[in-house]
Structures are given as C-alpha cells and as structure tokens.
C-alpha cells in the first residue's frame, strides 16, 4: 500500500522568511511524484510533476526536488497570496493509475 | 481555471437519499477521475473512467457508482446518502489515463442532513 507524509501539518511564516514543505513517499516503484495547491473550499491546483530522484523544477517563489524517499517544496521569499494547502501525491507502478495523496500542509504567510 | 467543470456546486440532502454529481473533463483529455475529500480522510481516490471503460476503483463504496459517457463527461451517483457521506467530491481529469497530471475540477460539496 502506498503511503505519503507530510510535515509539518501546519506552518506559519512572516512574509519574506523562506522555508520547506517535507513529503515522505513509501511506494512499489515511483512513477510519478506531485505538488499541488489548494485554496479552502477549491480544487487542487497543480503545480509540478517530478520523476526521478535528483530532478527539480521551479515556479515563481517555488522549487520540488525529489530523492528516493522524500520530496521538499521549498519557498523562498513567500508572500501573503502563499498561503494555502499544499498537497503531495504519488502514482506507483502498476495498472492502477490513482494518485495516493498525503495530508497537506497549511501554510500561513503573514504580512 | 483547469478547465474541468463540475456541477452542481453545491447540494443539500436528507439521508437515504441519491444524488448525481456531474463532471466534464479538459478539452482533449480521456480519463475521468473521481475524489472524496472529508476533514478527517483527506483526498481519496473513488474510481478512475478512460474513454469509456472504467480502469481503476480505489475505495468507492458499493452504494456508489459511475460513468463516462460517449461525450466524455462523467457521472458520480450516490445513493442511500449516510451523513458520513457529506464532503467535497472532487472530478479530476488526464491524457492518457496512465502517469500522466491530473487537473482538478472546483469540486462539489455534498451535505447530508
């Protein structure tokens, strides 16, 4: 059974302070790892897809990178509009084709 | 906007009742995926349609079941509504049903009362 951990569960930030979003994956080979926003009450937005260990991809104020066991989102300079869930899925090998997703950490980005 | 719709965008309901949630997927994409969303569970996975043909279920109750029609678009039905039923179900859609993204749809918020 795949299982994704996130930590911290919540995070607080003063707008400016830069941080990392931890996700902990156990999967039956990795076939692909997501990031994903959400505001309260909306759908999940996406932000990255990451394959393999040692791969990075950037947005804006954000950077995913993937090792074995875990990936971090790491915000730099976050402002206000930050502040959401973020979300982290895995799809493994298989023919089941669903994304196991962790719980989430809530980030507050105060003025 | 993914450009994943969803309605209704809310519905209220009494137990025992059935409800039909409704979702169109992304101009192009084939593969319909289906959500549940409570406080305590987090994302969970339902059932997974791909040009038709359903190709994946994950923890979808035998009081729940799905579709994808010829057009693509997918129903959720929910039937003999428990109050455990209320959350955010959520349509999600993709390419080619395999490790491709899926975009999220805004969502439908069920209550049961």
């Known amino acids: 059974e795949d299982q994704v951990t996130q930590s911290p569960e919540a995070l607080r930030l003063q707008e400016g302070e830069s941080s990392s979003l931890n996700c902990s994956y156990t999967v039956s080979g990795l076939r692909g790892l997501f990031w994903y926003r959400q505001d309260p009450g909306k759908g999940p937005e996406f932000l990255f897809t990451l394959y393999s260990a040692g791969e990075e991809k950037e947005k804006e104020r954000l950077k995913a990178t993937l090792t074995k066991k875990e990936s971090f989102l790491h915000i730099t300079a976050p402002k206000p509009e930050d502040s959401a869930t973020y979300l982290c899925?895995?799809?493994?090998?298989?023919?089941?084709?669903?994304?196991?997703f962790g719980k989430g950490t809530l980030l507050t980005v105060n003025p | 906007d993914s450009g994943v719709t969803q309605t209704p965008k809310h519905l209220i309901t009494a137990t025992g009742q059935r409800v039909t949630l409704r979702c169109s997927p992304r101009s192009g994409d084939l593969s319909v995926y289906w959500y549940q969303q409570s406080l305590d569970q987090g994302l969970q996975f339902l059932i997974q349609y791909y040009n038709g043909e359903e190709r994946a279920k994950g923890n979808i109750l035998e009081r729940f079941s799905a579709q994808q029609f010829p057009d693509l678009h997918s129903e959720l039905n929910l039937s003999s509504l428990e109050l455990g039923d209320s959350a955010l179900y959520f349509c999600a859609s993709g390419t080619s049903g395999s490790t491709d993204t899926q975009y999220f749809g805004p969502g439908t918020r069920l209550t049961v009362l």
């Open positions: 899925a895995v799809h493994s090998g298989g023919s089941n084709y669903k994304l196991t």
